[in-house]
């Protein structure tokens, strides 16, 4: 089935379900006014679909106030040597760090990216890659998140920081 097709930073989102991820209360009552494809299947469960065809393929794991955990495939993120790409890293930071951002934000508020900065320490040629986002900085306007992007073994490929600003709607 189609559905609604949202887009959230270089992401698009589209029902029907297809990717479950748990999140607490607080992100779950922030997410309907800022992703609006997401779609409740219990007090604290919330079901996605990403579009593979416009998107990294990414997989949200974990949404709560502290820590948002995302992963995508190496393979066809690559770059023409068959290494992750480094823009498919700062694309994984800059999300993760945004949802991050808008779960703080709450609802009636958006958020745009101020400084994005990527650190690459090593490559990934296969498997899957991990982000997980947690926050530097929590203001009233202004986030900062730090992302450390793991392999399956989970040695560290990229170490990234987004800031965001937080605007109304």
């Known amino acids: 089935q189609d559905g609604p097709v949202t887009s959230f930073g270089r992401v698009k989102i589209q029902g029907p379900l297809a990717v479950t991820a748990t999140v607490c209360s607080k992100c779950a009552a922030a ?3 800022t992703v609006t494809a997401v779609q ?5 469960r919330f079901t996605f679909s990403l579009d593979p065809s416009t998107s990294t393929c990414i997989t949200m794991v974990e949404c709560v106030p502290d820590r948002v955990v995302l992963s995508m495939p190496v393979e066809g993120n690559t770059q023409p040597f068959g290494l992750l790409h480094g823009g498919a890293n700062a694309v994984l930071v800059e999300t993760a760090g945004s949802i991050g951002a808008a779960m703080h934000a709450g609802p009636g508020k958006a958020v745009v990216g101020l400084d994005i900065s990527c ?4 490559s990934a040629t296969e498997g899957r890659v991990t982000a997980v986002a947690t926050p530097l900085s929590l203001g009233r306007t202004v986030t900062s998140y730090e992302v450390r992007v793991t392999d399956n073994q989970g040695r560290a490929l990229c170490t990234g920081r987004l800031t965001c600003l937080i605007r109304d709607v």
């Not at 409740?40 to 604290?44: L, N, Y």
């Not at 650190?119 to 090593?122: D, P």
């Open 31 to 33: 997410l309907p006014s």
């Open 40 to 44: 409740p299947s219990s007090s604290s």
């Open 119 to 122: 650190t690459h320490h090593r």
